[in-house]
C-alpha cells in the first residue's frame, strides 16, 4: 500500500477523468490527499473525499501565491483574500485531515523594496492566521516553500513555541532545502515530504540523513512527473517511482520504504 500525501486531483487538469483516475489508484492499493490551493480547489477537494468510504481524503487552504496584495486582485478561479471562517467551516468537514497548503513563496517577488515587502507581509499574515486555524482545530499542516526556508521555519519556530503542547504538526512538502534546513524542521517534530522533484535535483545526501520514520512520498500530480514517463500528466499511482527512487539513494528496500512512509502518513494524518 502507497498513500501520495500530495495531489491535486482537484485541479483543472483532471476534470475530463477525476473519477477514472482515483479509481485507477484504489485498485492499485494508493490512497491519496487532494491538497487544496484556494477556496475553490479547498471546496472540490473535500466534495470528492466524501464520495468515498476510503482512500481519498481533503487538505484545505489558501496557497501563498494565492492571496491577494489587494482586493482588485481577486478572481474567482485562482487569487482571492483570505475568508478564514470560509475556511474554519469547511476543514471541519468529514474528510479533511490537513490544513494547506499554506506557506511562504517568495519566487515571484515583485522588484522594488516597497511592493516586495508588502507582498511578504501580506504572505506571512495569511500564513499565520492558516497556522492558527490547524491549531484551533488540531489538524496537521501541509506546508508550501520557495526561495523562504529560513524565514518559514523562523516562522515555525516561534509558533512552535506555543503550539508544542498541542501537538501541532506537519510536513514540509517538496522539500528542497539543505541539511541544515531539514535539521530544523526535524527538530520541531515535521515531516518532510519528496516528490519527483528528486529526479531533478540533487537531494541525495541530505534525504540520506533524514531518518526514514520522518519521510513522506508524493507526487504534486498533475506536475513533476517522473522521468521514465516523459511528459505524461503525473497522477497517484506514480508515488512509486518516487519510492523507488529513495530506496535507491538510501539504498534500502523499496519494500521498507513503502511500509515505513505508509505508517508515517497515516500516523501524521490520523487516516
Not at 477525476?18 to 484556494?38: C, G, H, P, T, Y
Not at 489587494?70 to 467551516?89: C, G, P, T
Request: aromatic share 8%; charged share 30%.
Amino acid at each position: 500500500m502507497f498513500i501520495d500525501t500530495h495531489a491535486h486531483l482537484n485541479f483543472k487538469a483532471f476534470d475530463n477523468d477525476r473519477s477514472e483516475v482515483i479509481k485507477r489508484s484504489l485498485e492499485q492499493d494508493v490512497w491519496m490527499i487532494n491538497v487544496s490551493s484556494n477556496y475553490k480547489t479547498s471546496k472540490l477537494a473535500v466534495e470528492i473525499a466524501q464520495c468515498y468510504e476510503r482512500g481519498v481524503f481533503a487538505s484545505v487552504g489558501l496557497h501563498p501565491i494565492n492571496c491577494v496584495i489587494d482586493l482588485s486582485q481577486a478572481d474567482e478561479d485562482r487569487l482571492e483574500e483570505l475568508d478564514i471562517e470560509k475556511y474554519r467551516k469547511l476543514a471541519k468537514e468529514k474528510g479533511v485531515v490537513a490544513v494547506g497548503e499554506i506557506g511562504l513563496d517568495y519566487w515571484n517577488e515583485p522588484k522594488g523594496k516597497g511592493k516586495a515587502k508588502i507582498f511578504k507581509e501580506k504572505q506571512k499574515e495569511v500564513f499565520l492566521v492558516q497556522l492558527d486555524l490547524a491549531k484551533e482545530l488540531g489538524l496537521p499542516v501541509i506546508l508550501h516553500c520557495r526561495k523562504a526556508h529560513n524565514e518559514i521555519i523562523e516562522i515555525m519556530c516561534n509558533f512552535y513555541a506555543y503550539a508544542q503542547k498541542l501537538h501541532i504538526n506537519g510536513v514540509v512538502h517538496c522539500f528542497t532545502g539543505n541539511r541544515g534546513q531539514a535539521q530544523k524542521y526535524l527538530d520541531m517534530g515535521l515531516y518532510l515530504g519528496f516528490n519527483g522533484i528528486i529526479f531533478k535535483m540533487d537531494l541525495d545526501e541530505v534525504m540520506k540523513k533524514i531518518p526514514l520514520g520522518k519521510i513522506l512520498i508524493e507526487t504534486d500530480c498533475p506536475f513533476l512527473t517522473p522521468p521514465a514517463l516523459g511528459g505524461q500528466r503525473n497522477e497517484p499511482v506514480n508515488v512509486k517511482y518516487v519510492a523507488q527512487r529513495i530506496a535507491e539513494i538510501r539504498n534500502e528496500p523499496l519494500e521498507e520504504i513503502v511500509r515505513v512512509t505508509t505508517e508515517n502518513a497515516k500516523k501524521l494524518f490520523q487516516i
